[in-house]
């Protein structure tokens, strides 16, 4: 379903949000810090496993646990990304980083990216839960729009966006060089309209009950949130 365009919609009394500036989110399932170098040697152990979550990311793979560290020294001192270290409370480990990033206040307007989830945080509670406390934050905060961008050959980050409940938006060509690559960027957001439906969406899909004794889920996120976006991605 396409959405017409907004023909300037007057906001009243909107004003910008604030800066972000929680230093952690706490869930069921994971708990969110500022990333700092002391999360560097848990974090390095968790993605060596697989050179290949690197692949998308303007940086990486790290030849070394000091290399690893070094780049979170250089990335965690700047205010814009902001970085988070991702803990899995299930498995009782570090397994990721996401960001927030591009933030524009003035605009209501904040994107999550430089997400990497180690192989062992792929697919777990954790992991989604980690995207809805960020999404939570900004919304909460008084964001209006919450985006996500991806390289468009990266398939996986496409699906993931649209099971979160972003809507497609389109393919910005050639829209950047990355190692030596072309970067086609595609872009999905989701607005303060659609974050009561995604809360809730959220809520049903990360609530215990939600999942049988062995860890399957009863309800999918994505059926869940499908009904939400205004535009689905051709291409899944």
């Known amino acids: 379903m396409q959405q017409s365009v907004d023909s300037g919609e007057n906001l009243g009394n909107w004003q910008p949000p604030r800066w972000p500036d929680a230093t952690a989110f706490d869930g069921r399932y994971a708990r969110l810090e500022l990333l700092t170098r002391d999360h560097a040697s848990a974090l390095h152990a968790a993605n060596v496993a697989d050179d290949a979550i690197w692949d998308w990311m303007p940086y990486g793979p790290f030849a070394s646990e000091s290399a690893y560290a070094d780049w979170v020294d250089s990335v965690a001192a700047g205010p ?35 997400i990497n989830f180690s192989p062992r945080l792929q697919r777990t509670r954790a992991a989604t839960e980690a995207m809805y406390l960020l999404m939570r934050w900004c919304f909460e905060a008084g964001y209006r729009r919450y985006e996500w961008k991806c390289n468009a050959l990266n398939m996986g980050s496409r699906r993931a966006a649209q099971r979160l409940g972003f809507s497609f938006e389109g393919v910005f060509r050639q829209a950047g060089v990355v190692k030596g690559r072309n970067r086609d960027t595609a872009w999905f957001a989701c607005i303060d309209k659609e974050w009561p439906a995604l809360r809730e969406a959220f809520e049903t899909w990360l609530a215990p009950e939600n999942f049988d004794g062995a860890g399957r889920q009863r309800q999918s996120l994505s059926d869940l949130t499908a009904p939400i976006r205004v535009a689905s991605d051709p291409l899944l």
């Not at 988070?84 to 003035?106: C, N, Q, T, Y």
């Open 80 to 114: 814009d990304p902001r970085f988070h270290a991702i803990f899995d409370k299930e498995k009782g480990d570090w397994g990721g980083v996401a960001s927030l990033m591009r933030i524009a206040p003035e605009a209501g307007s904040i994107e999550v990216g430089h």
